[in-house]
């Protein structure tokens, strides 16, 4: 495997941690204030990789280390 699949799925992998990590928060006990600071912080977490891996992919591309399949 390449550095760039395993990067994309490292990332992929601690989307769906914090996503977990949102989820376990919320349903400790959700009238504590701070589970749902630890609520909006592995959420706000989870929105940034995403957007961090989105821009990634799309500079991966421009720069050509990486190339879409085709549709057949």
């Not at 799925?9 to 349903?27: D, E, M």
């Not at 957007?51 to 280390?65: E, I, N």
Request: aromatic residues 6%.
């Amino acid at each position: 495997m390449d550095l760039t699949r395993i990067f994309i799925i490292a990332v992929l992998i601690g989307i769906v941690a914090s996503l977990g990590s949102a989820l376990f928060s919320l349903s400790r006990s959700p009238t504590n204030p701070d589970h749902g600071r630890r609520m909006v912080r592995a959420l706000t977490l989870r929105v940034g990789l995403s957007v961090g891996l989105f821009l990634l992919l799309l500079l991966a591309w421009r720069l050509g280390l990486i190339e879409p399949h085709q549709i057949q």
